[in-house]
C-alpha cells in the first residue's frame, strides 16, 4: 500500500520544476507511505514519478519507482493478490525480487494493456512505456485503490489524493455538477469529484495519456445475468468455496494481519473465515460509544473474537474525539463523502496501527448481498402493489407480501425514511422510486442557495447508472444494488482507503474478489434475498463458521454514531464556531446562517448536519487555503503534511 504521484508533457516538451512538482506531491502523501519514498525523471525532462512506500511485501527490494531495465518504468498502489500465481506463469527466472510490483512490470512486458484482465487485486499504477512514449494507467475493477489526475494546459498530474494536485491548479473552484450529486447523494457520479478540473479514473478503467492527448476506457464489468438451472443448496456450496479462497488470497503478507469487526455479519465472515484454521498472529479492532448501548456493539464483536479465539483490541470513542479529529478527517478525506460513519472508521484505524499495518474488512457485502434496509423499503412497497395488481406470483423477481412480513422488524429504526419515501408519490417507475429513496437533496431547503447551480439533471445521471445494458431490467433487486455498486461503494472504498492510510495502514477487502463478485451476479434475486431477507444466501453459506448472535442478528445499522446527541451538549460549541466564521456566513453555495439554526431539529439518525458539516469543513481546509496550496511550488519542501488548521480542542 503505497502512494503514487506524476507529471507528464503532453507535447513532449521538458518540463520546468518537474524535481519541484514530484517532491511536493510525495511530501503531500507522507502518511500514505512511511517506510520509503522515491522519485524517478525521464532524461528528456517531460515524465515524472513519485512513490511513498508502506512495506508489506518483499521488504527488502520492492521499492519504487521500479524498472525492468528496458527504459520502462512504474508506480503501484494496492497487492496484487495472485502474484505467486503470475510469476509462475511468466517464468520465474525472469525475476529480480519477491515483489508483487514487478508482476506488473513483467505482465505488461508479456501482454500489454491486457495484463491488467490478469490482476487479481486492489490496485492503482502508473507505468511508463518507453517505446510507446506514453503513460499507462489503471484502477483495480472496484475503485479500492485511488487515482485522480487533472490536466492544466499541456501538463497532466496524477496522484493517489486530490490534496496533492490542488497545488497545480489555477484556482481551486467548487465544481456545480458534483454539488449537485453530493446534495443527493453525499458522493459523486461519473468520475466528478468536488473540485473543479480534477477527475477520478473511474473503477475498471485504464487511462493512457501521451502525444497530445488523454483518454480512457473500460476494461472489466460485471454482468447480471442469471442463473435459474441450478438450486439454492448449489449456489450457498459454490459462495463459500469462493470466500474461503478469497480470504486465503487477501491473508498473503511479509507482516502480521488484523481485522477490523464491527459486530457486524460481513466484517465477522472475513475474521472467522482468515482465523478457521488457527488465528496466530491475527488481531482484531472495534470501536464504540459508550455513550448509550445502542451506540455499543462491542459486545457482538466480542462474540466473534471468542469464537475466533483472537485478541480483540477496543477504543471507546467520544465527543472530544470528534471534536479533536473531524478537521483532521474531512483533510485527510480530502473532500466530504458518505456519512458519519467515517469518523469512527478513523478512530479504529488509528488504534489498529498501533499494533498492525494490514487489516481485513468486510466492505462490499452490502451492495453485493443486499445489506441495506432501504432496498426492503423498495421491495416492501412493490409487494403491495403487486398484491393490488394480483402479480405476486409471477416471474422470478417479486417477493410476496405474505413471505416479507416477518422480516420487517429490520425496519423498526427506519420509520422516519418510510415516512418521507411514501410522503410524496407511490407505485411510480422503479428507476424514479429508488431515486426518490436515495435522494437527499429534499430534505435541503434553504440552507442551499439553489440560484447560483445551473439545470444540470441528477436524475439523469443516476439513470443512466440505474438502467445500465449489463442489468436485466426486470430485476429491481439487481437494479438498485448495481447502483450502489457502481456509486455508493467506490464513495465508501475512498473512506476506507483514507482512513487508514490517514495512518500508514492498509486495509484489505475480501469480499471485493471479482470471482466471487462475478459469481454473486448470476444469482437470482429470490435466492440472494428470499422472502425480503437481507444477505440470505450469504447468511446461510456461512452459517457453521459465525456465532449464532451475529447470524440472528436483526439490528445492525452500519456503525451509528451519536451526533445528535453531541450536537447538542459536548460538540455544540465546536459546530457553532465552524459554521460562525466571517467565510463561513458568506459561501456561494450554503447559507450557513441557516445551517445553524437548524441544529437542534437534526433527527437522531439524519445526515443532514454532517454532510453541511463536512462540507463547511471542507471549504476551511481547501477551499480558503488556496494561497497556502499555490505556495508549495514556491516554498517546497513541505513543512507539514496536515493542514495548519488542524488542532487540538
Not at 274 to 295: H, L, Q
Request: charged residues 30%; hydrophobic residues 40%.
Amino acid at each position: 500500500m503505497c502512494g503514487i504521484a506524476g507529471v507528464l508533457q503532453l507535447d513532449g516538451r521538458r518540463l520546468r520544476e518537474q524535481e519541484t512538482a514530484l517532491r511536493v506531491m510525495n511530501d503531500m502523501q507522507r502518511h500514505r507511505g512511511p517506510d520509503g519514498e522515491g522519485t524517478w525523471s525521464h532524461p528528456r525532462g517531460h515524465v515524472g514519478l513519485a512513490h511513498r512506500r508502506l512495506s508489506i511485501i518483499d521488504l527488502e527490494l520492492g521499492s519504487q519507482p521500479m524498472t525492468d531495465a528496458e527504459g520502462n518504468w512504474l508506480i503501484f498502489n494496492g497487492e496484487i493478490y495472485n502474484y505467486l500465481e503470475l510469476r509462475k506463469e511468466l517464468g520465474e527466472d525472469q525475476f529480480r525480487t519477491k515483489s508483487d510490483t514487478e508482476v506488473i512490470l513483467r505482465a505488461y512486458r508479456r501482454w500489454g494493456e491486457a495484463c491488467v484482465e490478469k490482476l487479481r487485486g486492489m490496485f492503482a499504477f502508473a507505468l511508463w512505456d518507453e517505446t510507446e512514449e506514453r503513460l499507462f494507467c489503471a484502477r483495480d475493477r472496484f475503485g479500492i485503490k485511488p487515482f485522480y489526475y487533472a490536466q492544466v494546459g499541456e501538463v497532466f498530474y496524477f496522484a493517489s489524493e486530490t490534496k496533492a494536485l490542488l497545488p497545480f491548479l489555477p484556482r481551486i473552484e467548487t465544481d456545480h455538477h458534483a454539488f449537485k450529486d453530493y446534495l443527493a447523494f453525499q458522493l459523486c457520479l461519473d468520475g466528478k469529484t468536488l473540485f473543479r478540473n480534477i477527475r477520478e479514473l473511474l473503477p475498471a478503467h485504464v487511462l493512457v495519456a501521451g502525444k497530445g492527448e488523454v483518454r480512457t476506457r473500460r476494461y472489466w464489468q460485471v454482468y447480471y445475468h442469471v442463473d435459474y438451472s441450478h438450486t439454492e443448496t448449489y449456489f450457498q456450496e459454490e459462495l463459500a468455496k469462493l470466500l474461503f479462497d478469497a480470504v486465503e488470497m487477501h491473508k498473503r503478507s511479509d507482516v502480521p494481519i488484523g481485522g477490523y469487526i464491527s459486530g457486524g455479519l460481513d466484517s465477522s465472515i472475513v475474521a472467522c473465515l482468515a482465523t478457521r484454521g488457527g488465528s496466530a498472529g491475527f488481531e482484531g479492532f472495534t470501536g464504540k460509544f459508550s455513550i448509550s448501548s445502542r451506540y455499543d456493539e462491542s459486545p457482538y464483536a466480542r462474540e466473534v473474537a471468542r469464537k475466533g479465539d483472537f485478541p480483540l483490541f477496543e477504543i471507546d470513542i467520544t465527543a472530544n474525539d470528534f471534536v479533536d479529529n473531524m478537521r483532521r478527517l474531512i483533510y485527510h478525506l480530502d473532500y466530504p463523502v458518505a456519512g458519519p460513519g467515517s469518523f469512527p472508521q478513523y478512530m479504529v484505524s488509528k488504534l489498529a496501527r498501533t499494533r498492525r499495518k494490514v487489516v481485513l474488512g468486510g466492505q462490499g457485502g452490502d451492495e453485493i448481498f443486499g445489506g441495506y434496509a432501504r432496498y426492503l423499503i423498495a421491495y416492501f412497497e412493490q409487494c403491495i402493489k403487486a398484491a393490488i395488481d394480483g402479480t405476486s406470483n409471477s416471474g422470478h423477481f417479486i417477493v410476496t407480501y405474505e413471505s416479507i412480513i416477518p422480516n420487517l422488524v429490520t425496519l423498526r429504526e427506519y420509520k422516519p425514511l418510510l415516512q418521507e419515501f411514501w410522503k410524496e408519490g407511490l407505485f411510480e417507475d422503479l428507476d424514479r422510486r429508488y431515486f426518490r429513496l436515495i435522494n437527499r437533496a429534499p430534505a435541503l431547503g434553504e440552507e442551499i442557495r439553489w440560484d447560483a447551480l445551473d439545470d444540470y439533471d441528477v436524475y439523469e445521471t443516476f439513470r443512466k447508472i440505474f438502467r445500465a445494458d449489463n442489468v436485466k431490467k426486470e430485476s429491481y433487486f439487481d437494479s438498485m444494488t448495481h447502483f450502489d455498486f457502481k456509486t455508493l461503494l467506490p464513495a465508501l472504498l475512498q473512506v476506507e482507503d483514507r482512513v487508514s492510510m490517514a495512518h500508514g495502514l492498509e486495509s484489505r477487502v475480501p469480499f471485493l474478489d471479482h470471482p466471487l463478485v462475478e459469481f454473486a451476479a448470476t444469482m437470482p434475486s429470490n435466492v440472494k434475498f428470499k422472502d425480503g431477507a437481507m444477505k440470505h444466501v450469504l447468511r446461510e453459506a456461512m452459517a457453521s463458521y459465525l456465532p449464532s448472535a451475529i447470524l440472528e442478528r436483526k439490528d445492525k445499522m452500519g456503525f451509528p454514531v451519536p451526533l445528535s446527541e453531541w450536537l447538542r451538549k459536548e460538540a455544540r460549541a465546536f459546530v457553532q464556531d465552524i459554521l460562525s466564521s466571517k467565510k463561513a456566513l458568506q459561501r456561494e453555495l450554503v447559507d450557513n446562517k441557516i445551517v445553524r439554526t437548524k441544529l437542534d431539529s437534526e433527527p437522531q439518525f439524519s445526515r443532514k448536519t454532517w454532510g453541511l458539516l463536512s462540507l463547511e469543513l471542507w471549504q476551511q481546509e481547501f477551499h480558503d487555503r488556496q494561497a497556502y496550496f499555490q505556495g508549495l511550488i514556491q516554498n517546497e519542501p513541505v513543512q507539514s503534511v496536515e493542514a495548519p488548521t488542524v488542532r487540538a480542542a
